[in-house]
């Protein structure tokens, strides 16, 4: 059986005519190309979404070495809560609540990571055996 394995189309842009066509393009700074009859063509392209579909997930004792001092997380593959939206009511509803968060408002303090960690049944020490490799990994 033969697989079809589609080419990319090359299509040549420069200042010199092109025999076939009879025409001469170009290329420009702004992205468009330019033909000689001064009609330009512009590509379009664009993206779009629907919906999102969002999953909340278990955190458990990680190995992330951007954190800097504590138990370091990471997501399971388990999920405890699952659910659908169309994406222009979820940012609304994100906005309405003020679940939409800097950049800093997204960092775990040292003592809410223990916290998860104990609660997920880890020891002190197994906590601090991996906040120790945490920082050898980091050096």
């Not at 809560?81 to 609304?92: G, Q, R, T, V």
Request: charged fraction near 30%; aromatic fraction near 8%; glycine fraction near 6%.
């Amino acid at each position: 059986m033969k697989l079809f394995t589609p080419q990319k189309s090359i299509m040549p842009i420069n200042d010199a005519a092109d025999h076939s066509a009879g025409t001469s393009m170009r290329s420009l700074n702004d992205g468009t190309v330019e033909e000689s009859s001064r009609k330009r063509i512009r590509s379009k392209k664009s993206v779009s979404f629907s919906t999102v579909q969002v999953r909340l997930h278990e955190f458990d004792l990680g190995d992330n070495p951007s954190c800097s001092s504590g138990p370091p997380l990471t997501l399971t593959w388990n999920y405890f809560l699952e659910f659908s939206s169309c994406i222009d009511k979820f940012e609304h509803g994100r906005e309405l609540v003020g679940t939409v968060r800097k950049r800093e408002e997204m960092v775990m303090s040292r003592y809410f990571r223990e916290e998860i960690v104990r609660n997920r049944g880890y020891s002190r020490i197994e906590m601090n055996k991996v906040s120790i490799e945490n920082k050898l990994l980091q050096h």
